[in-house]
C-alpha cells in the first residue's frame, strides 16, 4: 500500500509468555509484538526497543557480548544483531532461508551463532557474527526444529531438537575450514526408565549412512519374506510404542545434555559418545524424588547448602523422615543449570532445584510461583534468576531464603475484547480483556495503575461521554457499570440483565445520554446512561439476526441518528429525540419502541457490511466484505417504505490490503480510524475523507489490529493487536481543534459523578430463583389443576438473574391480576362448576348402554386444543413416515448397489444344482463380464504370439535352428494319425506332455496353441503374456463346464416336468385307495433359480400389509362388483343350473367312482327272513348277488391301480436315481476343473511371484546405481577437500617451518647481535633464555573475550580466561611475569642501559616468535589430525563404492541366473514324489527331478538282488528252525526230568492220613463219593421244603395281621368319632358348667388349693420314709452279707 510509514511509539504494555532473557546482569528482556522490552529487576523499570520491521519471528540474546537478535517473517528472512543499551545495529545476516528461520542461538563465549531453516531448507549454518562470515553449513533432518543451543564449554558442540528428534552436531575445525556433522538421537519410549541405547544415524556435509552389507542383497526369497513380515510387524509396534516428547533442555558441565519431556520424564544424554541415554525421572514409574538432608555423602554446595537446615548437618546419623515430591507431567518445561544444581519449571507453578550428580536425583529446594511457568534465564552473573510465565507475569529470584519469588511484571492475561479512554482527560485508558479483566493505563508515564476483576467473560467496553464510567457487556447478557472516579480503585455501581445470550455491542451518543446494546437474538435495548435516573431502560426495538454495529449522530438541532448493522447486509436506520422526555409515547407497555415513534427504516443492502460510523448527518462509512472497499452511504428518507433495497453509494475508497475490522471516529468528530487485519491503521480526516496517514501498527501474522482508538487532542492513537500487545503512538496531528465543551455537558458530568459517588457499590444478588417462596413447582402445580378447587395461577417474582424483558412482563402480569383479580375469580368458579357436570356427564355416560353412550372425545370443551393434538400427532406420523421412506430409500440405493456389482455385471450369474435324492449339490462358475480393455489386451497378446510362432517358423526353415527348438520338439503333440500308429508310445508320449506342461487344462478345454512351452519364459514380456493367456484359458474353462452345467439344469427341469405328470396320476391313485401316502413333489431350488431372490412374494411378508382407507374402499368396491356379477351369472344360466340339479353337474358317467361308492341296501333287508315276501326274498338274493359281483370288480380294480402306483413309483425313482447319478458325474468334473483352474491359478501365481522378484531386483540395481553416482559424487567432493587440505598444511607447514627457521636462526645469531658485550655475554645469553615457570603452556582464546569470570563466580559454566575461542596465545599471568624480569633490577651490574632495553626488546621478539611458533605447531596438529578425518572418510568411501560395485555385479549375476533358471510347474503322480511331505507345504529346496526310467532300472535292480537275499534268508530262517527245535525238545525232556523228581520227592514226604488210607484200601471210592453227594442233595432239598412251609406260614400272619389292621382302623374310626361327640359334649357341658358354676369358683379355688396344699406335705412326708425305709433295708443287706462265706476265686 502506498505512503506506508511506521509511527513514533510512546509506550506499549504485554507479555504473552515466551522466552525471556537476561542481557546484563539485572535487566531481562522479551518480544513483545514487534518490541523488544527491557525491564530493570533492581529498580524495575521499564524501557522498550520498536523495532523498524512488519513482522518478527524469533529473538535471542548474548549475554556475554549484550546484544540481542530477531528474525523477520517475510520471504528471505534476515537476522538483525542490535546492541544494548545504545541499540546500534552491528550486524544483519541474509540469504540464509528462503521462507523461514526454525531456530537460532548465540555461542556462550565466541562470536558464533547458529541458524535452522525451515522449509523448503531444512538447512543447519553457523556464522561469525562479529564477521558476517559463514563457516559452515549441512542438510539437517526433515523436520521443524523447535530450539538449538551451543555448548557452552565447547562452541564447536550443539543440540538441537523438535516434538520427535534430538540431534546433536560436531563442528570440525581445520584453521579457517570448518565442517558440520550430526547425530540424531532415537528416542526412547515413555515407558522405559533406567540406562537405554541410543541408536544414532549420521547427517555429514559430504555423506549419508547410506552402506548396504551383502547379506542384504543376496538373500533368498522365502527369507526376504520373512524379513518383511518381522519388519512390517516391528513397525507396528513401534507406531504403537508412544515415544517421550522433549520440550526443553540444557547442557551440563562436563557437555552432557538434560532434556526435560512433555510427560515428566527427564533424561541426561552422552553428548561426547552419542552412545547412550539416561531416564532419571518418568512419572509413569510413580518415580519419587526424596527432598533429603544435607549428609557427609551428598552434599551441595554454595548457596544450596546454605538453603538446607544446619542442625541436619550436625546430626547425620539421626534417623530422618525425608518428605516427598511426586514429579508430573509438564514438571520440566523449562531447565536452566546452576552451579546450586538443576533448575526446573513447569505447568504447576513451582520452581525446583535438583541434585543431579548422584544416581538418584533430589530436590534440594523449592519455590511456588503459582503460575504456569514457560521461561527460566539467569543473569550472566548467575545471582538473578528469572521465570516467565503464560499468564503474563515475570518474576525475578535472587534470595532463596525468602519464600516468595519477586513480581517484576503481572499484566494479567487474556484476549483484549475492548479498548476506550476516560473522557474527557487524556491521562488514562482502559481495557478489558475476555475472561473479564478491566485494567487502567496510564499515558503519561505507562503503568498499570489499577485492575478490577468483574467475575465472568466479557465481549465488549464503552466508555460514557457524560460521566466518570464505563460500561461492560458480558457473555451471559449482563451489562456492568463501573465507576472510575478513583482511578486506584474502581467499583462496579451496577449491573442489569439485558439478554441471555453474548452482547455484541455498545455505544453512546455523543452527549452520553443514551446507552445502546445489541445482542445476536435480534433486540436493540435502548437505556439511560445517566445514574441520576439508575440506568434505566426506555425499551428496546425489535431487530432480526445479529447485531454487530451501532453508531450514533448527534446533529445541530440535537436529533441523534441512529444506524444499526445486523445480519452483516441488512441496515437499520432511526432517531431517537425526547425518548428520556416522554417514555409513554415511544413504547409500549411490553417495553418495545414503536418504529413510527422512531421513524424506522430497514434498507436491504447488496453485499454484506463491516463496520459502521456516522460521518456528518444522513451519512456513514462501512467496509464492504467482498471488495475490501471503504464505501460512503447515504441515507435517504421520505418515500413512505418499511424495507427499501436502494440507498445512494457517494464514494468509494481503497485503504486495506486484507478485509477490514473496524471503524472509530474521534470525539471531535474530525479524524476516522479504520483498522483491518493487515496490522494497519488509516487515519481519515472529516468530512473530506481525505487520508491524513497510513500507518503499520501491529504484525499480521498474530490477527493484525484488534481495535484503535485516538485521544481528545487527536495526539494519542492507542491500539491493541499482536494477540496481547497494548500500544500507544503519537500521532501529533496538528490540525486539530481544540475541543470546547458546552457548558450543559460540563455541568451534567460534574452532576453524573457526583450521583455516582453516593452509589454503592454492587456485590451480586442476595437471593437467587431458586431461594423464592412464591415460585411453586410443577408437580405443586399439576396436583392443585388435578383437585376439584379454584386453582390460581401463582404470580411469579423476578430475580436478578432474569432479564429485563422477562421482568417487566412478570410485573405486568402482577400488575393485571390485581386489577382483575375478581373478574379472574368468578371465571375460574364458572370453569370449576363446569368441570364438575362434565365429570357427572361422563360418570353417566358409562353407566349407559353401548348403543347410546357417547365416545369420550364428545366431551371436549376446547375443540380447538383437541384439534390441536391431532394435528400434532398427524405431524408426528408423518415425520415417522419420512424418516421410514428415507431409510427404505437407502435400503433401495444399497439393494441397487449391490444388484448393480453382484448381478447386473456378472456374464453368468452363481447357480447351485441340487440332487433329488441324494445330498450332493454342484455350482457354476459366476463370471463377470469381461471389459473392452481386457479382451483388447487378449487380442494383442493373441497377435503378438502369433507374429511370434510365424518368426519362430520362418526361422526353422531358414535356419534350422531356434533357441527353443529342444524344447519345442520335446514338447510337440503328436497328430492323430501318428497317436493310433504309435499306440504305447503315444500314450507315454501324452502323459509326459500332460506333466510338463503342469495342469490337465487340456482335456478341460484350456488347450490353447499359442501358450508359451515352460521352458520359454525367460523374458518379462513373455512371462506377462503367458499369465494373460492363463486367465484366457482359465476363462474358457470355466465356460465349458458352465455350458455343461446349462444342459444337467436343463435336463432337471424337463425330469421334473415327467415326474409332475407322473405325480397327477400318482395323487390320483392314491385318492382312490384311500391311501396315507406321501408323493415325492420335486421343485427348483432356490439356488437354481437365482433370480427368484430379487423378487419378494406376498408369501415371503409375514406382517400384514397396511392398507390406506382409500385402498381398503377400492378393495371392498371390487370384491362386491366379483359378487354381483358371479351372482348374476348364475341367476342367467339356466342350462348349468338344471345340470346341476339333474346330473350332479356332469354329463358322462365316471364308472370308477361308481365302483368305489357304498353299496346302499333296501330298508325291507333288515326284517328276518321270516317276515319277508316272497319277492323281498328274490330281490334280496338279487341284491346280494350283485353286491358280491360288484366286491369282486372292485378288489381286481384296487389291484390293478396298486400295481399302476408300483410301476409309476418305480419310474420315478429311476429317474431320480438317474439324474442323481448324472449330478454325482458333474459334481466329480466340477471338483477335477476346479483342480485344473488351481493348477493354472498355480502358474500364474509363480509367475507373478517371479515378476515381483525381478522387479524387486530391478529396484535393487536401480537404488544402488543412484547410491553409486550418489557416492562417487560424494567422494570427489571428498577427494577435493582433501586434495585442497594437503595443499593447505604443505603451505602451513612451510610456513610453520619458516618460523622454526627463524626462531632458531635468533638463538644461533644472539652471539653475533650482542658481540659487542663480550663480558657479559653468558649472563646475557642466560637471561635471554630465562622463562617464567609454569606460565610455558599455551590456551586457546576466544577472539574477543567479553568478560572475565571471578574465582567466587556461581557460573557452572565458568572456566578461566581464555578457555574458550578461535587462537592459542599464552595466559596474561605470562606476560605478568615476563614485565617482572624486564625490571632493571634484574639488569646485570655494569651494563649499560642501552643494551639491557636492546636485550628486553631481543627477548620480546623472541617470545613472541616463540608464541607463533607453538601457536603454529597447535594449528598444525589440528590441521593433520582433520586432514586424517578426511582421508579416513576418503578411504571409506572407497570402501563403500568397492562394496556397492561388488552387490551391483552380484545383483546382475543373479538376474542373470533368475532368467536362465527357469520354475516349472509338473503334474506327477503321487507314487513319483519320494519327498517325505510337511505338515502344511513341503519344502522341496533340496529335491531332485530325475527321469522315470532311472528309478525304474534301480528299482529293477533292487527287486532282483531283493529276491536273491530273501532266497538266502529263508535257508538261514529254515536251518535256524531245527536249531531251535532241538533245543526246545534238549529243553523240555530237562524239564521232564525235574517234574519226576519233583514228585518223587513229594511221595516220600506225604503223610498217610485217615481218608487216604480209605482211599488206597477201598477199591470202589467214587461210589462212597456219590453217596456223600446224594445225601446232601436230600438234605438240601428238605432245607427248601422247610422253607416254602416257612414263607407260606409268614404269609398266613401277613394276612391275619392285616385284617388286625383293618379291623383296628375300623375301631378308631369308631372312637374317634365317638371321641368327636364326647369332645362336644364337654364342651357344651363345660359352657353349662361355666354358666351355672361361675359364683361358687372362688370357693372352689380355695377348696383346691387345701387340698393340693395337704397332698403336697403327705408327698414330701411319704419320700422322707421311703428314703429312711431304703437306708434300712442297705443296712439289713449288709448285716445279712456278713454272715455269708467268701467264695472269691484269688488270682494266681
Not at 497317436?979 to 487340456?1002: H, P, Q, W
Request: hydrophobic share 35%.
Amino acid at each position: 500500500m502506498e505512503n506506508l510509514s511506521l509511527l513514533p511509539m510512546s509506550w506499549m504494555q504485554g507479555y504473552n509468555g515466551g522466552p525471556i532473557h537476561f542481557i546484563d546482569e539485572v535487566t531481562i528482556c522479551f518480544l513483545a509484538g514487534r518490541n523488544i522490552k527491557f525491564i530493570n529487576t533492581e529498580t524495575k523499570d521499564q524501557n522498550y526497543h520498536y523495532l523498524d520491521v512488519k513482522s518478527v519471528g524469533l529473538f535471542t540474546v548474548s549475554k556475554e557480548y549484550q546484544v540481542f537478535a530477531y528474525t523477520e517473517n517475510s520471504l528471505n528472512p534476515s537476522i538483525h544483531i542490535i546492541s544494548f543499551p545504545n541499540f546500534e545495529e552491528k550486524c544483519e545476516i541474509s540469504g540464509i532461508a528462503k521462507l523461514e528461520i526454525s531456530a537460532f542461538a548465540f555461542s556462550i563465549y565466541g562470536t558464533y551463532i547458529a541458524i535452522v531453516t525451515g522449509v523448503p531448507d531444512f538447512i543447519v549454518s553457523v556464522w561469525d557474527w562479529t564477521n558476517n562470515k559463514l563457516l559452515c553449513t549441512t542438510n539437517g533432518p526433515k523436520i521443524d526444529t523447535t530450539c538449538i543451543t551451543f555448548d557452552p564449554l565447547n562452541w564447536h558442540n550443539m543440540c538441537t531438537y523438535s516434538h520427535d528428534q534430538i540431534t546433536i552436531w560436531n563442528i570440525e575445525q581445520a584453521n579457517d575450514k570448518y565442517l558440520l556433522s550430526g547425530h540424531n538421537i532415537t528416542l526412547p519410549s515413555i515407558d522405559e526408565v533406567g540406562v537405554v541405547s541410543a541408536d544414532s544415524n549420521r547427517y555429514l556435509q559430504t555423506r549419508q549412512s547410506t552402506r548396504i552389507s551383502s547379506a542384504v542383497t543376496n538373500i533368498s526369497k522365502s527369507v526376504r519374506d520373512i524379513l518383511a513380515g518381522t519388519a512390517a510387524k516391528s513397525r507396528r509396534e513401534q507406531k504403537r510404542k508412544h515415544l517421550i516428547v522433549p520440550v526443553s533442555h540444557c547442557w551440563s558441565a562436563n557437555s552432557n545434555i538434560y532434556i526435560g519431556c512433555k510427560g515428566g520424564q527427564l533424561v541426561i544424554i552422552d553428548a561426547i559418545y552419542n552412545s547412550t541415554l539416561n531416564i532419571l525421572i518418568n512419572p509413569r514409574h510413580k518415580h519419587t524424588i526424596p527432598s533429603v538432608p544435607t549428609t557427609p555423602l551428598s552434599k551441595p554446595s554454595s548457596a544450596a547448602a546454605s538453603r538446607i537446615d544446619p542442625e541436619l548437618d550436625t546430626k547425620p546419623e539421626a534417623s530422618l523422615s525425608p518428605t516427598f515430591d511426586l514429579i508430573g507431567p509438564g514438571a520440566f518445561n523449562c531447565l536452566s543449570l546452576h552451579k546450586d544444581g538443576l533448575y526446573a519449571g513447569g505447568n504447576d507453578g513451582a520452581v525446583r532445584t535438583l541434585d543431579v550428580t548422584l544416581e538418584e536425583p533430589r530436590i534440594l529446594d523449592q519455590i511456588e510461583i503459582g503460575r504456569e511457568i514457560s521461561s527460566l534465564t539467569w543473569s550472566s552473573d548467575f545471582e538473578i534468576l528469572g521465570v516467565g510465565s503464560r499468564q503474563g507475569t515475570i518474576h525475578s529470584i535472587r534470595n532463596w531464603n525468602v519464600p516468595n519469588a519477586n513480581l517484576l511484571l503481572d499484566h494479567h492475561y487474556g484476549k483484549f475484547v475492548g479498548l476506550e479512554c476516560i473522557y474527557p482527560e487524556n491521562d488514562y485508558c482502559v481495557t478489558i480483556r475476555e475472561n473479564g479483566t478491566l485494567q487502567l493505563w496510564a499515558m503519561q508515564e505507562p503503568s498499570l495503575d489499577a485492575s478490577c476483576y468483574i467475575g465472568c467473560q466479557v465481549s465488549c467496553l464503552v466508555s460514557c461521554p457524560s460521566s466518570k464510567t464505563v460500561t461492560i457487556g458480558s457473555e451471559n447478557g449482563y451489562i456492568f457499570v463501573v465507576d472510575l472516579n478513583e482511578i486506584r480503585s474502581p467499583r462496579i455501581i451496577h449491573r442489569n440483565r439485558l439478554y441471555h445470550s453474548s452482547i455484541t455491542k455498545l455505544t453512546h451518543d455523543i452527549q452520553g445520554r443514551y446507552l445502546l446494546a445489541g445482542s445476536n437474538d435480534g433486540n436493540l435495548f435502548i437505556c439511560s446512561a445517566h445514574a441520576t435516573s439508575g440506568f434505566r431502560i426506555f425499551g428496546y426495538l425489535a431487530i432480526s439476526g445479529d447485531i454487530t454495529e451501532i453508531t450514533t449522530y448527534t446533529d445541530e438541532s440535537d436529533t441523534i441518528q441512529v444506524a444499526v448493522l445486523h445480519n452483516e447486509s441488512m441496515l437499520t436506520y432511526f432517531n431517537l429525540s425526547g425518548l428520556d422526555l416522554n417514555q409513554e409515547v415511544f413504547a409500549t407497555k411490553s417495553g418495545q419502541i414503536k418504529d413510527t415513534a422512531v421513524n424506522r427504516i430497514d434498507f436491504k443492502l447488496t453485499n454484506s457490511m463491516k463496520g459502521l460510523q456516522f460521518t456528518t448527518a444522513n451519512t456513514v462509512v462501512a467496509f464492504d466484505g467482498n471488495s475490501k472497499e471503504l464505501k460512503e452511504i447515504e441515507i435517504q428518507r421520505g418515500d413512505g417504505q418499511k424495507v427499501r433495497s436502494s440507498w445512494k453509494i457517494s464514494r468509494t475508497f481503497l485503504c486495506h490490503q486484507l478485509p477490514g475490522d473496524g471503524i472509530s471516529i474521534s470525539r471531535n468528530g474530525e479524524l476516522l480510524l479504520t483498522w483491518s487485519q493487515d496490522g494497519c491503521v488509516a487515519v481519515w480526516s472529516l468530512p473530506s475523507m481525505d487520508r491524513v496517514g497510513y500507518y503499520y501498527c501491529h504484525d499480521y501474522h498474530l490477527g493484525g489490529v484488534a481495535a484503535a482508538i485516538i485521544t481528545d487532542d487527536c495526539q494519542h492513537l492507542i491500539t491493541i493487536g499482536d494477540s496481547d500487545s497494548l500500544c500507544a503512538w503519537q500521532l501529533n496531528y496538528s490540525g486539530a481543534k481544540k475541543s470546547s465543551s458546552s457548558d450543559p455537558l460540563e455541568f451534567e458530568r460534574l452532576q453524573q459523578n457526583q450521583a455516582i459517588s453516593k452509589m454503592e457499590e454492587w456485590w451480586g444478588p442476595i437471593t437467587s430463583e431458586s431461594e423464592s417462596p412464591d415460585l411453586r413447582s410443577r408437580s405443586e402445580m399439576g396436583r392443585l389443576s388435578s383437585a376439584d378447587t379454584i386453582y390460581c395461577t401463582p404470580t411469579p417474582v423476578p430475580t436478578s438473574d432474569h432479564t429485563w424483558l422477562e421482568r417487566l412482563i412478570m410485573e405486568t402480569q402482577r400488575a393485571d391480576d390485581k386489577k382483575y383479580s375478581e373478574e379472574k375469580r368468578t371465571i375460574r368458579v364458572a370453569i370449576r362448576d363446569l368441570k364438575r357436570r362434565v365429570k357427572e356427564l361422563i360418570i353417566n355416560n358409562d353407566n349407559m348402554p353401548k348403543i347410546d353412550r357417547l365416545e369420550n372425545h364428545e366431551f371436549t370443551l376446547d375443540v380447538e386444543d383437541r384439534q390441536r393434538l391431532i394435528e400434532e400427532s398427524d405431524k408426528e406420523v408423518e415425520m415417522v413416515k419420512q424418516e421410514i421412506e428415507l431409510k427404505n430409500i437407502a435400503k433401495k440405493y444399497h439393494h441397487q448397489l449391490i444388484k448393480s456389482d453382484c448381478w447386473d455385471e456378472m456374464e453368468t450369474h452363481g447357480k447351485a444344482i441340487h440332487a433329488f435324492k441324494s445330498n450332493v449339490i454342484v455350482s457354476n462358475y459366476p463370471m463377470r463380464k469381461r471389459t473392452e480393455e481386457d479382451l483388447a489386451e487378449i487380442a494383442f497378446v493373441n497377435l503378438q504370439r502369433k507374429i511370434e510362432v510365424a518368426e519362430t517358423s520362418l526361422q526353422k526353415e531358414i535356419i534350422g535352428y531356434t533357441k527353443s527348438s529342444l524344447t519345442a520338439e520335446a514338447n510337440e503333440k503328436p497328430d492323430e494319425e501318428e497317436s493310433i500308429e504309435n499306440g504305447k508310445e503315444t500314450d507315454a508320449d501324452n502323459e509326459e506332455s500332460v506333466a510338463l506342461y503342469g495342469s490337465r487344462g487340456v482335456a478341460y478345454g484350456a488347450g490353447h496353441p499359442l501358450l508359451y512351452t515352460q521352458f520359454q519364459l525367460n523374458l518379462v514380456h513373455e512371462k506377462r503374456d503367458q499369465i494373460i493367456l492363463l486367465k484366457d484359458c482359465i476363462h474358457k474353462i470355466k465356460c465349458k463346464f458352465n455350458e455343461e452345467f446349462n444342459e444337467v439344469l436343463k435336463m432337471k427341469q424337463s425330469e421334473i416336468k415327467k415326474i409332475q405328470e407322473k405325480n397327477v396320476r400318482m395323487s390320483k391313485i392314491i385318492h382312490d385307495l384311500k391311501l396315507n401316502e406321501e408323493i415325492f413333489q420335486p421343485e427348483m431350488h432356490i439356488d437354481e433359480k437365482p433370480e427368484e431372490m430379487l423378487k419378494v412374494n406376498d408369501a415371503e411378508i409375514k406382517a400384514e400389509k397396511y392398507l390406506l382407507p382409500e385402498e381398503v374402499e377400492k378393495k371392498e368396491q371390487i370384491k362386491r362388483e366379483q359378487e354381483a356379477r358371479k351372482a348374476a351369472e348364475e341367476g342367467q344360466n339356466p342350462r348349468e343350473r338344471a345340470l346341476q340339479q339333474m346330473m350332479g353337474g356332469r354329463l358322462e358317467a365316471n364308472p370308477e367312482e361308481d365302483l368305489f361308492k357304498e353299496f346302499i341296501r333296501p330298508e325291507f333287508m333288515k326284517k328276518p327272513p321270516e317276515q319277508m315276501t316272497d319277492d323281498e326274498v328274490r330281490m334280496a338274493k338279487e341284491i346280494e348277488k350283485k353286491e358280491k359281483a360288484v366286491k369282486e370288480e372292485r378288489e381286481k380294480y384296487k389291484k390293478a391301480l396298486e400295481t399302476e402306483l408300483k410301476k409309476l413309483q418305480t419310474n420315478v425313482n429311476t429317474i431320480c436315481e438317474a439324474f442323481d447319478d448324472r449330478i454325482a458325474q458333474l459334481f466329480e468334473k466340477k471338483v477335477n476343473t476346479d483342480m485344473v483352474i488351481c493348477q493354472e491359478e498355480l502358474k500364474c501365481l509363480r509367475l507373478f511371484s517371479l515378476l515381483l522378484d525381478e522387479d524387486l531386483m530391478e529396484r535393487k540395481e536401480l537404488q544402488l546405481s543412484k547410491l553409486l553416482d550418489y557416492k562417487k559424487q560424494l567422494k570427489n567432493q571428498t577427494h577435493a577437500m582433501l586434495t585442497d587440505v594437503k595443499h593447505e598444511v604443505d603451505l602451513f607447514r612451510d610456513e610453520y617451518d619458516k618460523y622454526v627457521n627463524d626462531d632458531k636462526y635468533m638463538d644461533k645469531g644472539f652471539r653475533k647481535e650482542f658481540a659487542d658485550t663480550e663480558p657479559y655475554l653468558d649472563t646475557l645469553q642466560k637471561l635471554f633464555r630465562r622463562r617464567p615457570r609454569g606460565q610455558k603452556n599455551l590456551v586457546r582464546v576466544c577472539n574477543d573475550p567479553p568478560v572475565v569470570m571471578s574465582p567466587s563466580t556461581k557460573n557452572p559454566y565458568a572456566h578461566p580466561p581464555g578457555s574458550q575461542g578461535g587462537g592459542f596465545a599464552y595466559s596474561s599471568g605470562f606476560y605478568r611475569a615476563l614485565d617482572e624480569y624486564d625490571d632493571v633490577s634484574h639488569m646485570p651490574q655494569g651494563l649499560d642501559v642501552l643494551v639491557w632495553e636492546r636485550l628486553i626488546e631481543y627477548r620480546r621478539n623472541k617470545v613472541d616468535l616463540e608464541q607463533e611458533v607453538k601457536s603454529k605447531a597447535l594449528t598444525l596438529a589440528e590441521m593433520e589430525e582433520f586432514l586424517k578425518k578426511r582421508a579416513k572418510e576418503d578411504d571409506e568411501l572407497r570402501e563403500e563404492i568397492e562394496n556397492i560395485l561388488r552387490s551391483l555385479k552380484r545383483i546382475k549375476d543373479d538376474k542373470l541366473k533368475f532368467m536362465m533358471n527357469l520354475s516349472i510347474q509338473f503334474l506327477l503322480k503321487q507314487g513319483q514324489v519320494e519327498v517325505y511331505s510337511d505338515d502344511f507345504v513341503t519344502d522341496y529346496s533340496d529335491s531332485i527331478l530325475i527321469h522315470r526310467s532311472v528309478v525304474e532300472d534301480l528299482n529293477a535292480t533292487i527287486r532282483l538282488l531283493g529276491d536273491a537275499k530273501v532266497a538266502i534268508m529263508n535257508d538261514c530262517k529254515n536251518f535256524r528252525t531245527n536249531i531251535h527245535l532241538l533245543e526246545w525238545e534238549h529243553k523240555k525232556m530237562k524239564m521232564q526230568i525235574e517234574d519226576l523228581h519233583t514228585k518223587a520227592k513229594d511221595i516220600q514226604l506225604l503223610r498217610v492220613t485217615k481218608e487216604l488210607q480209605q482211599y488206597l484200601g477201598d477199591e470202589d471210592y467214587q461210589q462212597i463219593h456219590q453217596h456223600e453227594i446224594q445225601m446232601l442233595e436230600n438234605r438240601i432239598a428238605k432245607y427248601h421244603h422247610a422253607h416254602e412251609q416257612t414263607i407260606k406260614e409268614r404269609k398266613r400272619m401277613f394276612n391275619r395281621l392285616q385284617k388286625l389292621v383293618k379291623a383296628k382302623q375300623s375301631e378308631n374310626n369308631s372312637v374317634t368319632k365317638e371321641l368327636d361327640e364326647l369332645a362336644l359334649s364337654l364342651t357344651e357341658k363345660k359352657s353349662i358348667y361355666d354358666v351355672n358354676a361361675g359364683g361358687d369358683i372362688e370357693a372352689a379355688r380355695e377348696k383346691r388349693r387345701k387340698e393340693i396344699t395337704t397332698r403336697r406335705k403327705l408327698v414330701d412326708v411319704a419320700k422322707i420314709q421311703a428314703q429312711e425305709v431304703a437306708v434300712l433295708r442297705a443296712e439289713v443287706e449288709r448285716l445279712r452279707m456278713k454272715t455269708f462265706p467268701a467264695l472269691v476265686q484269688i488270682d494266681q
